[in-house]
């Protein structure tokens, strides 16, 4: 039987409190692993260019905000899939999120329950918003 091919994630969030918590969600799943960790901005797309992120997920940082590094990391490497963590809880948030490259995003208060099925529908090339579900 092949071996499963997991989606390899970069979690990028100021807290990190925050970052453990969504590390466990997200490593609690069979097909997905958390590869590198970033606390701000800049070290996030770093990490995203150096190591091998199918899937990189962005909150609001110091030094350069999440919607920044997306739209860096869109330019730099548009194959790596982009979520946004929010507190927003609105649609013009979604089309910014999308403006800067990413491929949806995710409210924090549902991220335990719908971070992982996100990060699936954006290997599929669906666009996620809110919940998780498809905008």
Known sequence: ??????????????????????????????????????????????????????????????????????RELARRAPEVKILLLSVHENEQFFFEAVKAGASGYVLKSVADRDLAEACRAVMRGERTGGGGGIA
């Open 1 to 70: 039987m092949p071996a499963t091919l997991k989606t390899r994630v970069l979690l990028a969030d100021g807290h990190a409190v925050m970052r453990r918590g969504l590390r466990l969600v997200l490593e609690a799943e069979p097909d997905i692993e958390v590869v590198a960790e970033a606390d701000d901005g800049a070290q996030a797309v770093s990490k995203a260019l150096e190591d091998d992120v199918h899937v990189a997920i962005l909150d609001t940082m110091p030094q350069m905000t999440g919607l920044q590094a997306a």
